[in-house]
């Protein structure tokens, strides 16, 4: 196992460093510039040539990849070029632990709704419940989130006034986008189960146990689920970390101050300091949620040998 | 285990429980403002940066205007006013200012605002390292540019504490707007003894230190401030407000659902309901100096030759463009300076100098074959618009595009990029026709004429004219209004007559607005002011 954890962890380093050189060439090939104002003011040549300085931006690409490179491995990334008053570390500092409030209940809520859709609709395969369950997946799948968001607050918050229509100020406020979130989710893992849940219920342990006399909840929950959840680890490890790291569209309808804004916003402002920042942070929560994912194989399914190699 | 599982659904029931229950006690428009005055806005976004100089936007300014106040402040007439200076005087030359700040002007931590305040936080603003974006607009002031461009010191920046009360300027040459200038947040002072102290000074509530009308009580970041009526505001009786609360919602459709629920007491028009809101009357529109144009090249076939941009200028219908297109009441503009702008003689600048060119379909196509028989074309060399990827914009060039058709008879092709790359391309100046956007920084014409002077940022069009070049460096220099005004009279008619560009429409701002809010104060070359605001409850 140690071995195993050291191997993937060098392995870890180096797909790092891989894609931080990607990001920077790719984000210098861009054409434009940060000092772009985005209200079209246009800046004056001095004050345009104090700016690239500030930011080592006069000095050759090779140097500013060094630059670049320091600061990855320090992790830290200086002051954002668009917001100047503030450090893209701060931005991560308060951007993430709100997006990550938001997608740990927005992971409890899908993996929950949707493991029991899923068992549900497996265990009444072809019943009313199987399509009950199936449609409200099919729908889940089909309709983005981004519409759900507007249906839900249309309906929730301007109709019934039940919820506030946006920004981020208690529970009250968390609902309408967990909802809009983890419907999605949902649908997926419900998919995954049901059809995976299908194929063990149909194996010989499971007749065996039946023949044995044991309780169906028994054989579902400890024998059949446990097997089962295989399929919804795999895609739960890249879903968590794009969940995590806060999306885009979600936070911008509700107005959620959380770090998801960073990548696209980044990106349209030509900020690099900031792009590195969130590529790298979310490249790392990445590789360590595929990481665990590859622990968790072990623990649920234990022919799956980390050390394989070592034998 | 069927105990585990009723337990794991008393669990489940419990949760969803807790969810609605939370959902029903908290409703968003707990209107329980206890009888105070609370405005809720929306800035749209985090600002920039609350340091003056740093910020130079419209989401950083808006709030900052607020906190802080500069020597002069813009009446509900749009004229400077005396706010921190009492009063100055002009030395004969017109080139010497002297400021005399009021007794009780104070920070809003307690500490005396002083003359030197306004010497730091100017030659900050100058400094190079500082890299301040808004550092140009302090070139008036003698010995600016060269701190700015690293050829001067800060010693030679020609602002002076003659005494803790007294400010004194030399400006480079005699420049009656100046005193409108220092209106603007750029020119705000900052607190010396507090900067010195903490170089972050603006970066959180806890240490931002204003002498404005409020006071920044509250600033979470990305998500809200909280600014409360300031008891150290010299003119703090004026103030009606005692809070407002500004949102940072992007989204203009959450925008527009949280003014619905009452949580915003302002917000845009959505797009889609806008003609359905305006037949209402429940838009409001406030001007905004700054004008949207385009630009030919005069550099690239077939805008070399003058009486080809007059055709392509005069075959544009603005009317029709604002009326069925834009359909946000915009004033077409035949001309580049805004209105809004008083000469000596207290007729309106645009007023006096009139349309500079007409819609004439007929004049149009006369002026083309005109040119394409000086130029010896027999066909008209293919003309490419580009413009930033917006609808707006698209719609604008797909309008025009048919006019051309339909009035000249040519096809012209659109092309479309993102904004960032747009901007950086047509700075380089490679763009035949493309669209351009002007928005003034202070309120004066010269802002307007100044950026068609040769070789400046906004002068893609590459067109360089001496005698244009030299109208405005007089202008400049004119200490005498009258005499000011009429040489940039002269060069708005030169730069219609040559016709690097032809003008769209004028700027403004649509927006819903709260019955119960009255007073809020709109500049078209400034920022929000809220100093006069009130909210009935």
Known sequence: ?311 | MKKWLSKASLLGIAVILVFAFSGCTAKPNASSSGGKEILKLNSGAEPTSLDPPMGYDQVSWDPLNNLMEGLTRLGKDNQPQPAIAQKWDVSADGKTYTFHIRKNAKWDNGDDLTAGDFVYAWKQMLDPKKAAPAAFLAYLIAGGEAYNTGKGSANDVQVKAIDSKTLQVTLTSAQSYFISMVSNPAFFPVDQKVAEKNSKWYANASTFVGNGPFKLASWKHDSNMVFKKSSTYWDKNTVKLDEVDWAMVSDPNTEYQMYKTGQLDMAGVPADLSSQFFKQGKVHVAQQAGTYFFSMNVNMKPFNNINIRRAFAMAVDNKQITDYVVKQKNVPAYGFVSPGFKDPSGQDFRAHSGNLYNYDPAQAKKLLAQGMKEEGWQTLPPVTLTYNTSDNNKSIAEAIQAMYQKNLGINIKLANMEWNVYQSQQKAGKFQFSRGSFLADYGDPINFLENFQTGMPINSMEWSNSEYDSLIKQAKNEKDDTKRFALMYKAEKLLFQQMPLFTTYFYNQTFLLNSKVHGLVFHPAAYIDLKWASKTN
């Open chain 1, 1 to 311: 196992m140690a071995k195993f954890i050291i191997k993937r962890f060098t392995a870890m380093i180096l797909t790092l460093w891989v894609i931080t050189t990607l990001t920077f060439i790719l984000m210098h090939a861009i054409p434009g510039s940060p000092f772009n104002n985005s209200s079209g003011k246009a800046i004056s040549g001095a004050a345009l040539k104090n700016m690239e300085a500030h930011y080592h931006m006069n000095q050759p690409l090779s140097i500013q990849y060094l630059i670049y490179l320091k600061s990855v491995a320090t992790f830290n990334f200086g002051p954002s070029i668009k917001q100047p008053a503030q450090t893209v570390n701060d931005l991560l500092g308060r951007g993430f632990p709100v997006s990550f409030e938001l997608g740990m209940w927005t992971l409890i809520v899908a993996i929950l709704s949707g493991v029991l859709l899923g068992v549900l609709a497996a265990l009444k395969h072809n019943g009313l419940i199987d399509y009950i369950a199936m449609t409200i997946a099919v729908f889940g799948i089909s309709i983005p989130d981004f519409v759900l968001a507007t249906m839900l607050i249309q309906e929730f918050a301007v109709n019934l006034q039940w919820f506030p229509a946006g920004t981020w100020q208690g529970v009250s406020y968390m609902i309408l986008p967990i909802i809009a979130l983890a419907t999605g989710p949902m649908a997926i893992i419900a998919r995954l189960i049901r059809s995976s849940m299908l194929e063990v219920l149909t194996q010989d342990y499971i007749r065996t146990a039946q023949a044995k006399g044991l309780s169906p909840v028994l054989i579902v929950f400890k024998h059949a689920l446990k097997n089962a959840l295989l399929p919804v680890v795999t895609v739960l490890g890249t879903l968590a970390a794009a969940i995590l790291t806060g999306t885009f569209v979600i936070e911008k309808i509700f107005a959620i101050p959380g770090m998801g804004k960073y990548f696209v916003d980044s990106i349209n402002s030509r900020d690099y300091p900031v792009i590195m920042g969130t590529t790298v942070f979310y490249s790392a929560i990445l590789i360590v949620m595929l990481f665990l994912v590859d622990i968790a194989y072990g623990w649920l399914d234990p022919r799956i040998k980390m050390d394989r190699e070592a034998r």
